[in-house]
């Protein structure tokens, strides 16, 4: 039960666009479409942005939007706003009702 | 509106043991599977436990498992985590976490604001 792998690290002008990455393995990410991201700012619990790779839930601005190839999930941000600022962390459902986070992105929107 | 609200965190000496309880209102708290995630201090989530609705599925990570309990008690809308043998690596704050079955499961669409755990060595 490893933890996915992010990049420690993002960043990005206002009104720019943000990636982040999210690797796991053909037993997390590639083999199932349940991975949702998470925002979480300091001192606040966390935040469901996508889940099922792609959906946003009600009230989550389209700037935000995700994907899948392979073993990898990825979150993007357009038009970047200072309210981004945060860290994102990706989940994936790894069977047998288990659950990986990812390692964690901090998003700074410089 | 859904909350949900953990108590019982605290200060304990390695080796001691803990219960967590996280209060749920707002809801239907017995048609939804439950988790809990830990963050330790400036570190990322990690799940812990996973219970579902009627408490006779249950799962553990492994970093705690035999150490730790989770349960629920559907008629008092709580969900609890007996933790034991707690270790210096067990300090977190514990989050709770309702499974969005509503939208197919597997994501958490409301979560509590935590409850700190710090185990002394």
């Known amino acids: 039960q490893s933890a996915l792998t992010q990049p420690p690290s993002a960043s990005g002008s206002p009104g720019q666009s943000v990636t982040i990455s999210c690797t796991g393995t053909s037993s997390d990410v590639g083999n199932y479409n349940y991975v949702s991201w998470y925002q979480q700012h300091p001192g606040k619990a966390p935040k469901v942005m996508i889940y099922d790779v792609n959906k946003r839930p009600s009230g989550i601005p389209d700037r935000f939007s995700g994907s899948k190839s392979g073993n990898t999930a990825s979150l993007t941000v357009t038009g970047l706003q200072a309210e981004d600022e945060a860290d994102y962390y990706c989940?994936?459902?790894?069977?047998?009702?288990?659950?990986?986070f990812g390692t964690g992105t901090k998003v700074t929107v410089l | 509106e859904v909350q949900l609200v953990e108590s019982g965190g605290g200060l304990v000496q390695s080796g001691g043991s803990l219960r967590l309880s996280c209060a749920a209102s707002?809801?239907?708290?017995?048609?939804?599977?439950m988790i809990w995630v830990r963050q330790a201090p400036g570190k990322g989530l990690e799940w812990v436990s996973f219970?579902?609705?009627?408490?006779?599925?249950?799962f553990y990570a492994d970093s705690v498992r035999g150490r730790f309990t989770i349960s629920r008690d559907n008629a008092k809308n709580s969900l609890y985590l007996q933790m034991n043998s707690l270790r210096a690596e067990d300090t977190a704050v514990y989050h709770c976490?309702?499974?969005?079955?509503?939208?197919?499961?597997?994501?958490?669409?409301?979560w509590g604001q935590g409850t700190l755990v710090t185990v002394s060595s």
């Open positions: 219970i579902d609705s009627s408490g006779k599925r249950i």
């Open positions: 707002g809801f239907s708290f017995s048609r939804y599977k």
């Open positions: 989940c994936s459902y790894g069977g047998r009702d288990n659950y990986l």
């Open positions: 976490a309702r499974e969005d079955d509503d939208n197919g499961g597997f994501h958490f669409d409301n």
